[in-house]
């Protein structure tokens, strides 16, 4: 199977390579650090998915990828984790700001707080609370082994079945020879688009004056 247009030859030139760095680098950032918060998570996976479809060994590489971004989701869940955890209980918030606030904090403290587990397991498919909860989950000492267990599930399901969805979408817009280079087009624009404003967003968000919050 090969991409529909030679407009996109690069894409398939340069090999699954360059979607499994990409894949896995977002992913980890989206779940270890705040500037995951401004990266397309979802709709990236979507994309890849659809980008592997055009590739003559598209799938044996988005089974392995799928295993890959899982793994990428679960390391960069541990590294939220030791984050929050070092910082005894105290997260920093941008009074002012549209995502790192002490409301959405709260929000995410309180989920924990009163569905624990199944909280971690579902926060996977929430794009804020996926990069939030890792930390907040560590600040709050929640324990570390029912934690693992349910961060591991949810990105065993959320990063495969992204991709998967992709995969097969991507399998049935070939069949319309002029409609899978007009769908990449779009969804790689968008992807670009999103990143750099999110990029700055994230900038902007920082610029905003810190405040304390104390997790429970």
């Known amino acids: 199977m090969t991409l ?9 030139t340069a090999g699954p390579a360059v979607v499994w760095l990409i894949v896995l680098t977002f992913v980890f950032l989206e779940c270890a650090v705040i500037i995951g ?5 979802d709709s990236l996976l979507i994309t890849a998915g659809i980008v592997l479809a055009g ?11 799928s295993a890959g971004a899982a793994v990428a989701a679960i390391a960069g869940n541990q590294v939220g984790y030791r984050i929050g955890r070092r910082t005894g209980h105290h997260l920093v918030a941008r009074r002012g700001g549209r995502y790192v606030t002490a409301e959405n904090l709260h929000k995410v ?3 924990l707080d009163r569905h624990g587990f199944l909280s971690v397991l579902v926060a996977r498919w929430i794009p804020f609370v996926r990069t939030l909860c890792p930390m907040v989950a560590g600040a709050a000492c929640m324990n570390h082994r029912s934690y693992t267990v349910a961060s591991s599930l949810g990105a065993l399901a959320w990063a495969p079945v992204l991709l ?4 097969y979408a991507g399998e049935f817009l070939e069949r319309v020879p002029w409609l899978m280079p007009a769908v990449l087009a779009v969804m790689v624009a968008c992807l670009l688009v999103g990143t750099v404003l999110g990029i700055r967003h994230y900038r902007q968000e920082m610029a905003k004056p810190a405040e304390d919050y104390t997790v429970d």
């Open 55 to 65: 590739h003559s060994s598209g799938s044996a590489h988005v089974w392995a990828l």
């Open 37 to 41: 918060l401004f990266l397309p998570g």
């Open 109 to 111: 403290n309180v989920l």
């Open 4 to 12: 529909a247009s030679g407009s996109f030859a690069p894409l398939e």
């Open 164 to 167: 998967l969805i992709g995969f």
